[in-house]
């Protein structure tokens, strides 16, 4: 049973670097395109990141629609 807790002890202690290091990667690199391996690899750590829904940056490569 201790060593449950210590495990989540050190889980707690360990996600908030985790998620520091992916916010200081993504906001320094500029998002690569989706579908080569480098994409996907930054798809993961915008995850990590917690850079999801609105705060998501698009591609420069992925056309943006006018809607006028």
Excluded: H, N
């Excluded at 579908?35 to 705060?55: M, N, P, Q, S, T």
């Amino acid at each position: 049973m201790f060593g449950l807790l210590e495990w989540i002890l050190i889980l707690v202690q360990i996600v908030p670097y985790i998620i520091t290091l992916a916010s200081i990667i993504t906001a320094l690199t500029p998002t690569p395109k989706d579908d080569l391996l480098v994409g996907k690899a930054y798809r993961l750590l915008e995850y990590c990141a917690l850079v999801i829904g609105k705060a998501k940056e698009i591609a420069p490569e992925k056309e943006v629609k006018d809607f006028k």
